[in-house]
């Protein structure tokens, strides 16, 4: 053992000397659709006045501390009720880390399971105790599960993906309204597909006051420039602005996040494009008699592979030039089960006849 690693196993916390990383695949070389992201970029005249925006961005200040203008673009976009307040992150990863730092040692956290892994993830790394209630097999909220373990643990904070990732489906939404009003916590409406959606708690934040709404601009089509934001109470807000480091979000995303939602038809237009593709994406995974396929209200879809294939179609999609993600290592509901994100028109096609022949060919 070299002496800098026991220096770090004496210094570090537990959690953290066992955890393991959040990993990254390399896309090089391949059509990637293993992350969510919206494939189109801006339109080339748009890129040029996106450009001639940023010259005058002063790189030698500091950016405004409370990017005011972009806080009222954002609630005006997203139609955040009037009342409620916003905080930024840098991505929504950030807020899901300034939210868990704020809570006592020992907090309990709740979230379905399958969900983001990230909830876990930054739990754990920061010694809260973690509980994970498994999902239905039709990815429906457990809600038996659900109000027990609300019951048991008084959880600090629960999260909700509304759609949830890497299921696709919304949670019934009699059943998050039962949870808000079960939980004498935080309830999380995590919202990063709402996009793709058409459907959300947003409107809701003025009923309660433990109700917090998490959206973020990387699924729109901006995933580059880390930007998020939660809405919710002024007073719950206010204390998590406290933790909040000065100038997270920094003046190259404050002009640019401002610029796109200036030009937010552009987005719509393109993440139209993408609801339709998964569409047809979805009526062409179906025709594969093979695979299980789930309804999405996400960009991307969920499917189901005979046992034990999961692995090697991933591999073999690969071969083909395709990344996608293989979720069967997680395993529980999980197991077998591949997630495709939506691509471009082309991509798409890549990717169902490469698996298509992969289908025919070795299963
Ligand atoms: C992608 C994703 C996020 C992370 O968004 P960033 O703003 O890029 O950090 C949060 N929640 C869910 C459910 C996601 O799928």
Request: glycine share 4%; proline share 6%; net charge negative.
């Amino acid at each position: 053992m070299s002496s800098a690693h026991a220096i770090a196993s004496r210094i570090f916390r537990q959690q953290i000397l066992t955890m393991s990383h959040y990993k990254v695949a390399d896309a090089s070389n391949l059509i990637k659709l293993d992350a969510m992201e919206n494939p189109y970029t801006l339109p080339e005249a748009l890129v040029q006045k996106w450009l001639a925006s940023l010259q005058n961005c002063p790189l030698n200040r500091y950016p405004d501390p409370k990017a005011k203008k972009l806080a009222a673009i954002l609630k005006k976009t997203n139609a955040i009720p009037e009342g409620s307040e916003i905080l930024l992150g840098n991505g929504s990863d950030e807020i899901i880390q300034l939210l868990l730092m704020a809570l006592p040692n020992n907090a309990c956290v709740l979230a379905p399971e399958p969900s983001f892994v990230m909830y876990r993830q930054i739990s754990l790394s920061l010694g809260l105790d973690y509980h994970s209630i498994p999902l239905n097999e039709d990815f429906s909220l457990n809600m038996e599960k659900m109000l027990n373990a609300i019951k048991t643990h008084q959880p600090a904070v629960i999260f909700l993906a509304y759609p949830n990732n890497p299921t696709g489906n919304l949670f019934n939404p009699d059943d998050i309204e039962k949870i808000i009003q079960t939980s004498t916590g935080l309830v999380i409406i995590d919202e990063a597909y709402a996009p793709f959606a058409e459907a959300s708690l947003m409107d809701s934040l003025p009923n309660y006051d433990n109700l917090l709404v998490m959206r973020t601009l990387s699924k729109l089509g901006l995933a580059g420039l880390r930007l998020g934001f939660i809405a919710g109470a002024p007073d719950i807000i206010q204390q998590l602005d406290k933790i909040r480091l000065p100038y997270n979000i920094n003046v190259l995303t404050q002009e640019t996040a401002c610029f796109a939602l200036d030009h937010y038809s552009v987005f719509e237009q393109q993440t139209h494009e993408i609801c339709q593709q998964r569409q047809f994406v979805l009526a062409q995974l179906n025709a594969f008699n093979t695979l299980c396929v789930y309804p999405s209200a996400a960009n991307f879809i969920i499917f189901k592979t005979p046992e034990n294939t999961a692995h090697q179609i991933f591999l073999d999609l690969k071969t083909h030039g395709i990344l996608i993600k293989n979720l069967s290592p997680q395993q529980g509901l999980l197991t077998d089960c591949l997630r495709v994100t939506i691509g471009t028109p082309d991509e798409n096609q890549l990717f169902l006849k490469a698996l298509g022949k992969i289908l025919l060919e070795d299963f």
